[in-house]
């Protein structure tokens, strides 16, 4: 066996066929009688590394044990990790002076203590020298700027997409700024989910579908590390009876799966340093990576955590799922439970549904506490939120109506409810002292 020959052939072919050249290393090892190359190519930097023949440039990923050619969008992520830059680095055709950020301000301010000054901008990354925003300045701009910064939200009507005659109970389409999308996210999760309590020794103790901490570390990771390079792509958030998954476009940065992965001990690697950075100084988010991490803490430290409820996540080559369990699900499959629903009033028996027991003025009562928390909420929303049917609840909303205490403004669709607050009525008490009621 000539190696020495298949060695120089090899080395050869390396140093004409790719560009640029990687650095690489040829050994040598005998085994008893034979005579092993190895040949042992190290990771670079100066990506995209073309395959060159006949005149074609050929630039190629790796998808598990495959190697597959890259399109147009891993092309364009190649080579600005050989550039030492990120997407959300790059210029927008968006001027400085033709938008603002007064809703980035508000929450700096509010969450960091500091004054967000202008020229944090430039320095956070967010506008160019020449007065142009980045994509990161893009998401953060007040407003819709960038097209693919959406999320679609839907409370599916079972275990699936395809469950009884309404398949969907609740949907919204919004599009905004990252910190809007965080927060109307969470907004829409918390209308779409309940929290149960039950009296303890000393203090109410509570039991909630997911975990604050879980939900905010989920729906973050999900706009700050999704890929913006694929235009009409948005962020998922799927709701089920027994299970929340969010879904983000783009898979893992270095082109990993994460089941493949110590869930507790992951290497930080951002797509999107700019956004990231802008996000953990507001404390949204930690600067180490950890966020799933604290996703999986958060579910652990919950009284009804049990075995089998853990969260779970997967990625594909352009994708990553974040499956949230519903910590409750067990009990509301149970005829009677000891945990109670949240707004039941202490003397409800237990078992008995929140809509049978509840009084019309409490029902109405509750249905103003959820229009000032979801303005948009839908007359089938409440419905099953209070356990009684669509009637009712029309009926309880034009006696509120009546009363001046609710109006609706704006289309079927997209309106609003506004809920008044009752002028006050002062009149004299058998003392002559004036009381208000």
Request: glycine letters at 6%; a negative charge; proline letters at 3%.
């Amino acid at each position: 066996m000539d190696y020495k020959g298949d060695s120089e052939f090899i080395s050869e072919r390396i140093k004409t066929k790719l560009e640029p050249i990687p650095d690489f290393e040829m050994e040598i090892e005998r085994i008893e009688d034979k005579v092993i190359l190895v040949l042992t190519v190290f990771p670079g930097e100066n990506t995209p590394y073309f395959y060159v023949d006949s005149g074609s440039r050929i630039a190629f990923k790796k998808i598990g044990n495959q190697s597959v050619p890259v399109n147009n969008m891993d092309l364009l992520n190649l080579t600005l990790k050989g550039q030492k830059r990120s997407y959300d680095s790059l210029p927008s055709e968006l001027n400085v002076e033709d938008v603002s950020f007064q809703e980035l301000k508000n929450e700096y301010k509010r969450r960091s203590g500091k004054t967000f000054e202008e020229t944090d901008l430039e320095s956070f990354g967010l506008v160019t020298k020449q007065g142009k925003l980045t994509i990161a300045g893009a998401l953060f701009a007040d407003g819709h700027q960038l097209y693919q910064s959406r999320v679609f939200c839907t409370r599916w009507n079972g275990l699936n997409k395809t469950h009884g005659l309404i398949e969907a109970l609740d949907d919204k389409e919004f599009e905004g700024n990252l910190l809007y999308l965080l927060d109307a996210s969470l907004r829409f999760v918390k209308m779409n989910t309940r929290k149960m309590w039950r009296k303890g020794k000393v203090y109410r103790e509570e039991f909630v579908d997911y975990p604050e901490r879980a939900l905010q570390e989920a729906i973050v990771n999900a706009l700050v590390h999704r890929d913006y390079s694929i235009v009409g792509s948005e962020v998922h958030i799927d709701i089920y009876d027994d299970r929340l998954e969010v879904y983000s476009p783009g898979g893992m940065y270095d082109g990993t799966f994460i089941q493949d992965h110590d869930l507790k001990n992951i290497a930080s690697l951002r797509r999107n340093p700019l956004i990231a950075d802008v996000m953990s100084r507001m404390d949204l988010m930690e600067r180490r990576g950890s966020g799933l991490r604290k996703i999986i803490e958060s579910y652990e430290k919950e009284k009804n955590f049990k075995q089998g409820l853990e969260p779970e996540f997967r990625s594909t080559e352009n994708a990553f799922f974040t499956l949230l369990k519903n910590l409750n699900y067990d009990y509301y499959q149970q005829t009677t439970y000891d945990v109670l629903s949240e707004g039941r009033s202490e003397g409800q028996n237990e078992g008995q549904s929140e809509g049978q027991t509840f009084s019309p003025q409490k029902r109405r009562e509750s249905i103003l506490y959820y229009m000032r928390l979801s303005p948009d909420i839908t007359a089938q929303l409440l419905s099953q939120k209070l356990n009684v049917s669509i009637s009712t609840i029309e009926r309880d909303i034009k006696r509120l109506k009546d009363d001046g205490l609710v109006q609706y403004t704006g289309s079927a669709k997209s309106g609003v409810w506004t809920v008044k607050t009752k002028e006050k009525k002062r009149r004299s008490n058998l003392d002559g002292k004036e009381e208000t009621t």
